[in-house]
């Protein structure tokens, strides 16, 4: 550990802190993180918590999901401008709009939108639960998917459900292809691919299991297998190697990296310690109704 980590993990004492790590951010992060894990399994882990300050190493979106749940902590974003290219495909107001349009659908917001967004619709879901949440709409109604259509896609064609799409993606995960799938196999013969299901659906057929990052780290735990091919950002590779030891793990040919993931720094970090700056502020309509579409999708069974 060098010594701005060592200076960060002090001044978190002093704060009385919570470090919250992406699966995706850079290494040196996760390794002073308190947690690491999804963006909602952050949060979930930090409201029940006491930690009076909130530090949220991921995107924007992370970190109001994280107010949205700890609304009395202090929510600090070490790099504003750490945000989700996906995320700002769907805005509160063109969701708005669609309601407008479509008044009798169900609508479902995957978890990666703003607040502004989540307080439009009716549920929320997760890449690991979004076929369970799907399930448990009433089949009388139409849905609305928004904002990740490979994601959407995937989950109806596994649920043979029909469903509307957002036009909306991942771009780094849309970027994938059948051909960088193949190559991959053919550079590591016998290795298992698992994609994560933002993936367009052709992509995620030719892969041998699609999964959210929680459920490849669970399943690589658990799995016999020795060897895999990881199609999802690569800063996953840091704690997949660190809980596998006996295990080897593949990128595809060109690495799956996200910019806005990659953005924070441990500067950043440390900063935001000794400032309390920036920090996340949702307005209470905004907060209050967002929070009813999180919960919703907390409380399924």
């Known amino acids: 550990m060098n010594a701005l980590q060592e200076e960060i993990l002090r001044l978190k004492v002093e704060r009385r802190a919570l470090i919250l790590a992406h699966n ?11 947690f690491v894990g999804d963006s909602l399994e952050l949060s979930q882990k930090a409201a ?15 970190a109001e999901t994280a107010k949205l749940l700890s609304p009395d902590a202090i929510v600090l974003l070490p790099c504003p401008d750490a945000g989700c290219p996906m995320a700002d495909m769907a805005s509160g107001n063109a ?22 967004t989540k307080a439009e619709v009716d549920i929320c879901c997760t890449s690991g639960n ?9 089949d009388d109604k139409p849905i609305l998917f928004l904002p990740d259509r490979n994601l959407g896609h995937n989950v109806a064609r596994k649920l043979d459900r029909p469903m509307n799409y957002w036009s909306g993606c991942c771009p780094v995960h849309d970027a994938v292809t059948i051909e960088m799938i193949e190559n991959a196999r053919a550079a590591h013969p ?29 399943y690589v735990r658990e799995s016999e297998s ?12 840091f704690r997949l190697r660190n ?20 953005k924070i720094t441990l500067d950043m970090v440390r900063d ?26 907390i409380e399924t069974k």
């Open 190 to 218: 016998g290795a298992e691919v698992l994609i994560h299901p933002e993936c367009r659906p052709e992509v995620v057929a030719a892969a041998d299991r699609a999964l959210s990052t929680g459920g490849m780290l669970r």
């Open 243 to 262: 809980e596998n030891p006996g295990k080897e793990f593949f990128t595809l040919q060109e690495p799956i990296v996200c910019r806005d993931m990659k």
């Open 24 to 34: 995706y951010v850079d290494s040196p992060l996760q390794e002073i993180a308190d």
């Open 130 to 138: 979004a076929e369970k949440i799907v399930s448990s709409l009433p």
């Open 95 to 116: 969701v708005r709009a669609a309601r407008a349009a479509m008044p009798d659908a169900t609508f479902v917001a995957y978890v990666n939108t703003t607040a502004d």
């Open 48 to 62: 029940k918590s006491d930690a009076e300050v909130l530090v949220v190493c991921g995107v924007r979106f992370m």
């Open 272 to 297: 935001a310690l000794i400032d309390l700056q920036p920090r996340v502020e949702l307005s209470a309509d905004v907060a209050e109704r967002a929070l009813n579409a999180v919960r919703r999708m």
């Open 226 to 237: 020795k060897s895999f091919i990881i199609a999802t950002e690569c800063g996953i590779l």
